[in-house]
């Protein structure tokens, strides 16, 4: 005769399901974790609106027969699910397409009393059709500029500099902070500060979408406010990724280098050097005075007790020269105390072309022709124009000039720290200037 389970037994299994129910759902989530690395992760963009430079990007030619329609329609439904749920699952997120899933179509209407700002339909344009291809002068032009950057890159390269042979893995995070993403569209752009980079952060808020004007985002980039385009908080940059995605973040970052296009902008590096000066030095800017250019007053500049704003030393006539902004450069107590500012950084330590193969490196000697060939490779010339600069740039012509005072020795230390930038991005080497 069976005995009736005692009330302990009856707790004890009830307790044991209760852990096995845990455990398989554990199980479940890493095995989809598992499923979304090795299959979902080479549709990761799929879900968001992406227009890069890839076959598998394309729109569909012609009519697709129904059968095979309905069959991608569901690969794409469960694809996307899937990608959702890990989405929420890492970021702590909503689904990014509830965005999209949720706005009216052209064709219905919603109940007034209802509507919200955020949910204000905005109508996509059509992709831009071009009759004629992309000129093969342009193609042959950035293949040389790749080839360039792989070759000096390369082990056998006589260019040595920091970091030339460290892996991705290698950089830290906060070494990421110029890599901006959009997911959306399936971009990165590694900034350069003084390269146009604040026209093309611009253009990086209207694809992203991540800055909205009662409830819609700006659509025409001179119209995002001046003030907010360098705010940090707008641009989703890698070295922001751990917070997000904690331990998945290295993971997902080589992802979408692997899948995304990635692009930056590159300048003569003295005449860049010189553009930062004028910007930070020869212009009244409060921060830049506190922080560096009473460093190189008492340092340089012989003056015990600078001013303390800006306003006031400008008043009384009081600035670096820009022989002094060279000194505080290639003084090595600079880096020891901080490493330089992004202004003067060299590009390489910005972008690190050795670890990230980049698909389009533009120069801004060659900006209005670079930006209008990469917005067609991005396929989002239908969707923004490069803005046209109305600010006296700085030019290579001026170079001899604001050179002058400086002497040859200090010209050929200030090449040697540069040197990485010149040769990787194509620069020659300014021959008239290191020699007497």
Not at 195 to 218: F, H, Q
Not at 293 to 318: E, Q, R, T, W
Not at 324 to 330: A, D, G, K, P, V
Not at 348 to 369: A, M, S, W
């Amino acid at each position: 005769m069976e005995h009736p389970l005692s009330k302990p037994d009856k707790m004890g299994k009830s307790r044991l399901f209760r852990i096995f129910l845990i455990l398989g759902s554990v199980f479940m989530i890493l095995l989809i974790i598992i499923y979304w690395d090795d299959v979902g992760a080479s549709h990761f963009y799929l879900h968001t609106t992406i227009s890069g430079p890839h076959s598998s990007r394309l729109p569909p030619e012609g009519h697709a027969a129904p059968k095979q329609k309905s069959e991608e329609d569901k690969d794409g439904s469960f694809l996307s699910d899937i990608d959702a749920f890990v989405n929420q699952f890492l970021e702590g997120t909503p689904d990014p397409t509830e965005q999209v899933r949720g706005e009216t179509p052209p064709g219905e209407t919603r109940n007034q009393s209802s509507e919200k700002p955020e949910e204000r339909f905005v109508p996509r344009r059509e992709w831009k059709i071009h009759l004629t291809p992309i000129a093969i002068e342009k193609k042959q032009r950035q293949d040389s500029r790749k080839q360039m950057i792989h070759d000096l890159c390369s082990s056998n390269s006589s260019l040595d500099f920091p970091g030339k042979n460290r892996t991705f893995d290698d950089i830290p995070n906060k070494e990421l902070d110029h890599l901006i993403v959009d997911d959306r569209h399936g971009i990165i752009y590694c900034y350069v500060p003084k390269v146009a980079c604040t026209n093309w952060k611009r253009i990086m808020i209207v694809l992203s979408e991540s800055l909205l004007v009662d409830g819609v985002p700006y659509q025409d980039p001179l119209d995002v406010p001046a003030e907010l385009i360098h705010n940090s908080s707008l641009h989703f940059t890698f070295n922001k990724f751990w917070k997000r995605y904690g331990k998945f973040s290295r993971h997902l970052m080589k992802i979408k280098l692997k899948k995304y296009t990635k692009f930056l902008f590159v300048r003569d590096p003295f005449v860049r050097l010189i553009s930062a000066y004028r910007n930070k030095f020869d212009q009244e800017n409060e921060d830049f005075y506190k922080r560096f250019a009473v460093i190189m007053l008492k340092k340089y500049g012989n003056y015990s007790d600078p001013p303390a704003s800006v306003v006031d030393a400008f008043a009384a006539g009081i600035r670096p020269t820009f022989s002094n902004f060279i000194q505080y450069l290639l003084d090595p107590d600079t880096e020891k105390a901080m490493p330089f500012n992004e202004h003067w950084r060299q590009m390489y330590r910005l972008c690190h072309p050795c670890q990230i193969n980049y698909d389009f490196v533009g120069k801004l000697e060659t900006l209005d022709e670079d930006a209008e060939h990469l917005l067609r490779i991005l396929r989002v010339d239908n969707v923004v124009e490069f803005p046209q600069s109305q600010r006296n740039r700085t030019v290579s012509s001026w170079e001899q000039d604001w050179f002058a005072s400086i002497p040859y020795e200090s010209r050929k230390e200030l090449y040697k720290l540069y040197e990485a930038d010149f040769r990787l991005f194509g620069y020659s080497k300014p021959e008239q200037l290191l020699h007497e």
